[in-house]
């Protein structure tokens, strides 16, 4: 197969990931065969420099006629970048939430499980057997919070600011199937995530669900307040299997999931519409603070395109083969620096590599 995609590098730390993760694309398809070929798009801060805006007409036409987009992160340091001068419509973040728009691409899965080899890295209290959790998070991606009409105004001498929390049935709808159809590939596990004892689009979404779940009758769907599975979450990830949520909900959900993994550099994320059209992208951010030092962890970018391969392409074994090399370096003891245990006791046999260490090793052990 020819496998022709676009890359977005982006910011921060975004083009040593993206980096990495081509270099494991390149090696899965020498050993499998394919030939694959990439077209690097701005979006971000660099196209704010480049272009004066994040996100470039010609970013989402190329993207469009691809079958898939890889993407690093993009954003730099709120405090010190002069991207953050700029009114909030024209700042990096901007580019990332229209091309998810311009895109259509509505549901975000975001999977989080624990690595045995990084069991040691997992904050949460042991657990009787071990701690072992595999878990994904559905999340709605443009609609909710982010997409509502938002304003700021002076009214009557008082600064005032409103953003708008909107969400119809359809918009509900096709994001619940998604997550109905992942559960009936795993643990046919459905947990809904709202805030339905107090708002209205919670009381729709909780709704709407149920009427999806007539469909699935194999799924068993269940609903749970978001505060509650903040700390479900760190009380006991095992009971979840497939978490279904509004944006903004998501949004913080997922942060909370990939940190009990060991680290936010562990969690790769795949963004589709009804197609088999994809963006890629780790969830975690563009870490300006240690941005081309070559010390990030590319580890959610490579499991990022390991989703493309299977979301995507429909290829399965080649994005096992991925998969099992993440499994194999890590095993072997190869640790980036955020992996890497601070007990000097806990680190002996452990290697710290560098970013593209870490995707050499990786490369490496495609088989
Ligand atoms: C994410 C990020 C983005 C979001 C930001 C950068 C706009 O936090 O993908 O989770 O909030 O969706
Ligand atoms: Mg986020």
């Known amino acids: 197969m020819n496998i022709d995609i676009a890359c977005i590098p982006g910011d921060g730390i975004g083009p040593e990931i993206v980096a990495e993760a081509k270099k494991v694309l390149e090696a899965v398809c020498r050993t499998y065969g394919h030939t694959i ?32 987009v890889l993407m690093g992160s993009i954003g730099g340091d709120a405090k010190t970048s002069p991207w953050y001068r700029l009114e909030p419509s024209k700042r990096p973040e901007a580019g990332l939430l ?3 728009k311009a895109l259509g691409l509505y549901a975000n899965l975001r999977p989080a499980y624990l690595f045995q080899e990084l069991a040691d890295s997992c904050p949460l209290a042991a657990k009787e057997g071990g701690r072992k959790f595999d878990l994904v998070i559905v999340r709605e991606l443009t609609g909710g919070l982010y997409f509502g009409e938002r304003w700021t105004k002076t009214i009557d001498g008082v600064e005032t600011a409103v953003d708008t929390l909107k969400y119809n049935e359809n918009e509900i ?58 700390m479900q979450l760190v009380k006991d990830p095992e009971q979840f299997d ?27 994320s795949a963004s589709l519409n009804e197609t088999s059209f994809g963006l890629y992208e780790p969830s975690h951010g563009s870490a300006p603070d240690i941005a081309g030092q070559n010390i990030a962890n590319p580890i959610a970018t490579v499991l990022s395109a390991a989703m493309m391969l299977r979301y995507s392409f ?17 095993a072997d003891g190869f640790r980036s620096k955020d992996l890497m245990p601070r007990d000097p006791e806990e680190a002996k046999g452990l290697t710290e590599v560098s970013c593209s260490g870490m995707g050499d090793a990786i490369a490496a052990r495609i088989a």
């Open 173 to 230: 709808r096709r994001v619940a199937k998604t997550a109905f159809e992942i559960a009936q590939k795993r643990r046919k596990k459905v947990t809904s995530v709202d805030k339905a004892n107090v708002l209205d689009t919670s009381r729709l979404w909780r709704k709407v669900v149920h009427e999806v779940a007539e469909d699935f009758p194999d799924v068993e769907v269940s609903d749970m307040l978001v505060d509650n599975c903040a």
């Open 314 to 330: 429909g290829l399965t074994k080649e994005a096992a083969a991925i998969e099992a090399a993440v499994r194999k370096t890590l």
């Open 98 to 100: 229209a091309i998810r």
């Open 242 to 268: 497939v978490i279904l949520t509004e944006n903004m909900f998501g949004d913080i959900l997922s942060d909370e999931a990939s940190m009990i993994t060991g680290s936010i550099g562990m969690l790769s």
């Open 37 to 68: 070929s990439f077209t690097d798009l701005y979006m971000g801060g660099c196209a704010i420099d480049r272009f004066g805006v994040p996100l470039p007409e010609e970013t989402v036409e190329t993207a469009k006629k691809k079958a898939a």
